[in-house]
């Protein structure tokens, strides 16, 4: 398949996506594909910064199924050092608003409205209790040129707890969690890896939490054992993503993804089958600060 298939629909508009192109970071910089002048596009078609694999925050749609375990304590103190089993949800994505960007490639900037809704359920009870459920909205600033890559994003996030759960669990404070940040994230890759690191800082917090955070990781693509039938490719791929907060007195949650991608090309629709695990504290709601995991189990993500 040839690089322009992949960029351009024959009217010249831009419908590269590096969230899967992963050959255009290669071939837009040589020198027999030379850069066209910027374009302002508004509802862009696809992305600049590649959405971060093994981030338990990012969102996208997908479904998973994990063993947990409480390392330290659970949601109240009677239940440390237990195991149970738990299904995750997610709902959301990244849609471009507004984007000057070159019509061969993925460079330039893109304004886009991320929205997500992660939710968790406790499949070891007969009702499947909702546990939580998370709420991120806010827009994003993505620039890309060549291998290097960043995302400025202001955000809210909300989290609930599930009615079920609260019912079950007498002994649990509701907590109205909520907050907004600011982070940025800087990437620099290439066709089969990619690193990234970045930070942010609580604006507003209820209840009142330590501000900063921090957050890194890595990539890796099998490029060199793909399989291409047709337009569907089949590629290898891992990820790990650590995470700190002040709030946690800067100790690391890390988080690893690795499996399958299945692409149809030149179209950006993907999904993914992995293998999922964590350790550290629990990423979603508010236990975020209280409750210590381990945990394993499987994934699926669809990027439509």
């Known amino acids: 398949m040839a690089v322009e298939d ?4 024959g009217r010249g508009r ?7 192109s992963y050959e255009v970071i290669a071939a837009e910089t040589s020198p027999d594909h030379p850069p066209a002048d910027f374009q302002e596009v508004w509802l862009p078609k696809g992305k600049l910064f590649r959405p971060l694999l093994a981030d338990m925050k990012q969102p996208r749609f997908y479904g998973s ?5 409480f390392r330290r304590r659970g949601f109240a103190d009677e239940r440390r050092g237990e195991s149970f089993s738990v299904g995750l949800v997610g709902f959301g994505t990244e849609f471009g608003i507004w984007a000057l960007r070159r019509p061969n490639g993925c460079d330039g900037f893109q304004l886009d409205l991320s929205t997500g809704v992660l939710s968790q359920f406790n499949l070891s009870t007969s009702s499947k209790d909702l546990i939580n459920t998370d ?6 600033l993505t620039f890309r040129s060549g291998h290097f890559s960043s995302r400025w994003r202001l955000f809210h996030q909300s989290s609930h707890l599930g009615d079920e759960f609260l019912l079950n669990n007498l002994d649990v404070d509701r907590l109205e969690l909520s907050f907004e940040a600011v ?3 800087l990437s620099v890759e290439k066709q089969s890896w990619r690193l990234y690191a970045g930070g ?3 604006l507003h917090t209820t209840p009142s939490l330590e501000r900063g955070m921090l957050k890194w990781g890595f990539e890796l693509y099998g490029l060199n054992w793909r399989r291409q039938k047709g337009t569907v ?3 290898p791929i891992f990820g790990a993503n650590f995470n700190a907060l002040e709030e946690q007195n800067w100790q690391t949650t890390t988080s690893i993804k690795g499996g399958v991608e299945i692409a149809n090309l030149p179209e950006t629709r993907l999904i993914r089958f992995l293998v999922v695990y964590l350790r550290g504290f629990m990423p979603f709601g508010q236990f975020f600060n209280t ?3 381990e945990n394993y189990g499987f994934e699926f993500q669809l990027v439509p």
């Open 6 to 9: 992949a960029l351009d629909d």
């Open 291 to 293: 409750s210590t995991i």
């Open 135 to 140: 709420f991120i909205v806010g827009p994003s």
């Open 183 to 185: 982070d940025l994230l």
């Open 14 to 20: 831009i419908r590269a996506d590096c969230a899967i």
């Open 65 to 69: 199924v994990r063993r947990v375990r």
């Open 233 to 235: 490719r089949w590629m």
């Open 200 to 202: 942010g800082y609580l």
